[in-house]
């Protein structure tokens, strides 16, 4: 009774000493010229040389890997920096846009002053290249008269849409 399970109990070391030993799990149990060969070392220093210069190798090559990735991480960080000043300062321009808006109303004045001290010919030139929207608050500032000459030699479609604007305003 004792027989089968101590057969078997042998028979599972005889396998895990073969797989553990890298043999083929159903090898010889003595050694062969074949197995000899693979299994001898060539020679005990040398291998062991070809390993740590293997390993070295690896170590070099890693800590190169380690310092890439050391000022990649260097680089994106004052990447963010950047950008977080940036967005910081993009937070502050809507309160700077209303002393601009009142900048824009000086500049559109002037604008206008231009176009008020041109030639009805020449102002009429240059806003027939602009849309009805863009005209029409420049031309109303303009007097009357100046007005009426500026219209009367731009383009009629042009006119005709401007002249619509300005009803409606």
Do not use: W
């Amino acid at each position: 009774m004792l027989i089968i399970p101590l057969i078997l109990i042998l028979g599972t070391a005889y396998l895990v000493l073969n797989y553990a030993n890298g043999r083929p799990i159903f090898s010889v149990p003595f050694s062969t010229e074949e197995t000899a060969k693979t299994t001898a070392p060539v020679s005990g220093t040398a291998d062991l040389e070809n390993r740590l210069k293997i390993a070295n190798q690896e170590i070099k090559k890693l800590r190169n890997q380690a310092s890439e990735q050391t000022n990649t991480l260097k680089v994106k960080e004052q990447e963010i920096t950047r950008l977080i000043a940036e967005r910081d300062q993009l937070k502050q321009v809507p309160e700077e846009d209303t002393t601009q808006g009142e900048n824009k109303k000086t500049k559109q004045a002037t604008v206008t002053d231009v176009y008020a001290e041109m030639s009805p010919k020449e102002a009429a030139l240059i806003l027939n290249e602009l849309s009805p929207t863009e005209v029409a608050p420049i031309i109303q500032k303009i007097d009357a008269g100046q007005q009426a000459a500026i219209i009367a030699k731009m383009d009629a479609k042009k006119a005709a849409a401007l002249t619509q604007l300005l009803a409606t305003e």
